[in-house]
């Protein structure tokens, strides 16, 4: 893999491009690091831990003190948590564009507690006496402000998610070695407060919200988030911040490359003479790839009159901004096998023996923490054990590049649908041999924690796909752009949950029809989730070649990147 960039000496102790609270070059010793990245790690565990108090019982919700059925229910949550997953893109572009990283996150997360504390009024709010009555709802006044505070919790985290962990990652300097080395190792950790968190909601708020209030289940997020807002304020002054050094909007810069290299696409090569204008400053083989955009270097009639064209820096970041699209495409399907522990393997799960004694059953969609377990568990071994040897045997700051981490998870992904197919066999298997395959509603005599080790091999995959993403696309955009390119990784699993359930229903129609059960059956013993599991392996091992072919041709936009 090439690269292009170089590494720019820093003096007087400053760090380039960053400045303080008062707007005066930052100071290496006395600004950044994990002094500054402790309190953003902070405030992200307590927004994941509001989120998915939030979201993990949502559905409970709507079909319980709403009144809602079981479709209407699972559509509105859907809906909601598609929007979710594709509006950092509208709050990445709000702080590069126009108000900076650090007051978003100020504005988002003040929204945030806005957004809570207006969800746990509704839920406060009397519901009808519905005793004896056939169907029942809460008046509409109250409906109204829930979905209204539900979909404001959703545009907060918006734009609070993309700008904090690129608020985060800004605090080290990738000029530096010692903080390029400790960048690294703040993904790692920001990824472990990131499952942290949910698992905190899943294990405490879900109880609270079913066995006591639902007032108490949505507030408790809210007074966290305010603390949260409070801890992100107390560490204003260690902060760095971006300095902003060109007056144009990056959006306007790289827009207008693609504009004139389209208004000269009549222009002829050979009038472009790239070298003699980079002078040496920019690698050969980065100029030349997607030769197309070097066209707005120069006008229509060839000359080179300032003010008429871009610059060589303009067209090298449209050039930046373009490699990512093959790289954010080969790993939509690595999205849609995400998509999986959260729907279908609980399907299996609740199929299967979930007892522990005589008196207790494990409830299927807890089998979703052992991901996070996963997660908490491998990161500080990975951080510490696995990069370090690596990095003996590389010579690379963080062990593996980032595409090197993005593929190992990939691969993984493929191996634990190769399992989740294996272990529905076997199921399918028990249950015709106990007869029990036209009772849907039988528990088929085997124990669910044949379902761990394809839950455990999502997390392994977590730790190196999801981690290497977010680095990989803060990294790779220009440094203005870095909060829409943390929301471009988070697209790739709003996009990939749409795609999942778009195959789901080709699946469905293709498969079924005419009486017959298709794989998806809601009867599982009579499906074969077993066909599906191993058509997305295939469909991810086709993803994993044409991921391999871009990211051995990929050239990193810094050096220091590899």
């Given amino acids: 893999m090439e690269t292009t960039g170089i590494e720019t000496p820093l003096v007087d102790g400053t760090v380039d491009r960053f400045v303080d609270y008062k707007n005066r070059p930052a100071i290496r010793s006395k600004s950044g690091g994990w002094r500054s990245a402790y309190f953003i790690i902070g405030v992200e565990v307590a927004e994941r831990f509001a989120y998915y108090g939030i979201s993990s019982n949502l559905i409970t919700y709507l079909t319980g003190p709403l009144g809602q059925s079981t479709a209407t229910a699972a559509e509105n949550v859907n809906a909601w948590s598609g929007t979710a997953s594709l509006l950092p893109l509208v709050g990445a572009f709000i702080a590069d564009a126009f108000l900076g990283r650090y007051l978003t996150i100020l504005i988002a997360s003040s929204l945030y507690i806005l957004a809570l504390g207006l969800l746990t009024v ?30 404001l919790v959703a545009f907060a985290q918006g734009g609070h998610k993309p700008c904090v962990q690129a608020f985060g990652a800004d605090q080290f300097d990738s000029e530096n070695l010692e903080e390029r080395k400790a960048k690294s190792s703040f ?26 209030s639902w007032g108490l289940g949505f507030g408790i997020p809210c007074i966290v988030m305010g603390l949260a807002l409070l801890i992100f304020s107390a560490g204003t002054v260690t902060y760095r911040y971006e300095e902003k050094v060109n007056e144009k909007s990056p959006f306007v810069r790289i827009g207008q490359v693609f504009v004139r290299a389209f208004q000269n696409r009549r222009t002829s090569p050979s009038s472009i ?80 023996d979930r007892s522990i004694g005589s008196n207790f059953e494990v409830p299927a969609a807890t089998l979703q923490s052992f991901i996070s377990m996963t997660v908490v568990i491998l990161i500080p071994i990975y951080d510490r054990i696995m990069v370090p040897i690596i990095r003996s045997i590389t010579g690379k700051p963080s062990g593996l590049t980032m595409l090197q981490r993005i593929g190992t998870g990939i691969f993984i992904s493929i191996i634990s649908m190769a399992v989740s197919a294996l272990v529905e066999i076997k199921r399918l298997q028990t249950a015709e041999k106990y007869g029990l395959v036209d009772d849907p509603n039988a528990t088929v005599p085997m124990k669910v924690w044949w379902l761990i080790p394809q839950y455990l091999l999502t997390g392994a995959a977590d730790v190196f796909t999801m981690v290497g993403l977010q680095e990989f696309f803060y990294d790779q955009v220009p440094n203005e752009l870095r909060s829409i390119g943390l929301a471009l990784y988070l697209s790739i699993f709003g996009v990939g949950s749409f795609l999942s359930s778009f195959l789901i229903s080709v699946v469905e129609t293709t498969t079924g029809g005419d009486g017959e059960d298709g794989w998806i059956a809601d ?31 990929y050239i990193y936009n810094r050096a220091n990147s590899l």
């Fill in 122 to 151: 509704s839920a406060l709010l009397p519901y009808p006496d519905c005793e004896g009555a056939t169907s029942c709802s809460p008046p509409q006044f109250q409906v109204i402000l829930f979905f209204f505070s539900l979909y």
């Fill in 187 to 212: 993904f790692n950790w920001w990824y472990l407060g990131l499952c942290g968190g949910p698992l905190m909601a899943l294990g405490v708020l879900n109880y609270i919200q079913d066995n006591y």
């Fill in 273 to 352: 003479s790239l070298e003699e204008e980079a002078s040496g400053t920019l690698p050969h083989r980065s100029s030349q790839q997607f030769r197309f955009l070097n066209k707005a270097l120069v006008s229509p009639d060839g000359s080179k009159e300032e003010g008429n064209v871009c610059s060589i820096t303009e067209v090298e970041e449209a050039k930046a901004v373009l490699r990512l699209v093959p790289i954010w495409v080969s790993c939509l399907a690595f999205a849609v096998v995400f998509a999986q522990f959260s729907t279908l393997f609980t399907k299996q799960g609740v199929t299967m």
């Fill in 523 to 553: 009867n599982l013993n009579r499906g074969h989730l077993d066909y599906f599991y191993w058509l997305l392996a295939g469909i991810s091992t086709v993803a994993y070649v044409f991921y391999l072919y871009i990211a051995k041709s």
